[in-house]
């Protein structure tokens, strides 16, 4: 099968299309004949050898989590009516930027509602935007502040924040993505890219702060996005573009009775959730969770989907072609 390789840790150029083994599903396994696949920001990192606390992978490896398309086998003890299903799922151990992939039986076959694209595009954001959803107090009447809102996730906390009633106040750098997270349910925007941008967010607000922060930025960005919180409120710092999760004080998120989530509280291994990939999809079919996508890359071409990540040259989501 052809595939895209990370051979070592570095920069985008360091992608290799390659022909590698076909893999054999064993025991829980099942065989995806890959068609569109996902790439998120936070890969890019891992191809750097940044997450390693998070992420045990060493090149050489086939990068990817998210993807859909048609079953082709089945290990032992998973039903062989999979065989022939387009499917969405993820990758066992990354994996999914190749012709084929092995995934677990945890899998949701595409509703014909549905076009595969969208569904691969909804399929592991949606997942984080609803169990944010579901960690978050609820937003109906609340101040509701959602950084790096013209990101995959972003959008769909936006969407999210909107339907429950909130007042969404989306921040994002450049004006183009400020009219997308205004077209998608925010009711103010802010470029993130100006100085003193938090200072506007409190305006928004009246002053009082925000109830709840969804926090996709990271690094300075982040840390600036905890000052806008008011006492009592509640603040995730679940992205890292920037270059890190968002730093705060954990002595004064404890003095002003701050809630914070952290990426660990959106691992599915490690955290009670009722969030399935199937009520994820339920979700995108009722017209809850809307991708926006930017742009779809060739397998040949995964390199340019990582630099235009870390180039922030994306509004919305990018997606990985694998075949048709």
Do not use: C
């Amino acid at each position: 099968m052809r595939a895209a390789v990370v051979t070592e840790f570095g920069g985008p150029d360091v992608i290799k299309t390659q022909d590698r083994p076909d893999p054999v599903p064993v025991v829980g396994q099942v065989l995806v004949e890959v068609l569109v696949a996902d790439v998120i920001f936070v890969e890019t990192a891992i191809r750097k050898g940044q997450q390693s606390k998070f992420f045990d992978v060493k090149p050489p490896y086939v990068p990817g989590g998210s993807l859909g398309g048609r079953v082709r086998a089945v290990g032992a003890d998973v039903p062989g009516e999979w065989i022939g299903k387009t499917v969405v799922g993820r990758a066992i151990g990354f994996g999914a930027h190749a012709e084929l992939a092995l995934t677990t039986a945890d899998l949701v076959e595409v509703p014909a509602e549905l076009d595969l694209e969208t569904a691969v595009a909804v399929f592991g954001d949606g997942f984080t935007a609803l169990m944010l959803e579901e960690l978050a107090p609820p937003m109906q009447g609340k101040e509701v502040v959602i950084t790096a809102s013209a990101g995959g996730m972003g959008l769909l906390l936006t969407q999210l924040a909107h339907r429950a009633g909130a007042h969404v106040i989306a921040a994002a750098r450049g004006q183009g993505k400020l009219d997308l997270s205004e077209a998608q349910g925010a009711d103010v925007v802010i470029d993130y890219g100006r100085s003193g941008w938090e200072k506007l967010v409190l305006e928004a607000t009246n002053n009082h702060g925000a109830d709840i922060v969804f926090e996709g930025a990271g690094g300075e960005l982040g840390a600036t996005a905890f000052t806008v919180v008011r006492d009592g409120g509640w603040f995730s710092a679940h992205g890292a573009p920037s270059g890190g999760f968002a730093a705060y004080d954990a002595t004064e998120a404890q003095r002003r009775g701050i809630t914070v989530k952290g990426i660990a509280d959106l691992r599915a291994d490690t955290t009670t959730t009722t969030v399935t990939g199937a009520e994820v999809i339920r979700r995108a079919v009722a017209g809850d969770l809307v991708p926006v996508i930017d742009h779809v890359y060739d397998l040949d071409h995964v390199a340019d989907a990582h630099t235009a990540l870390e180039n922030r040259a994306l509004r919305g989501k990018a997606l990985i072609r694998v075949s048709r």
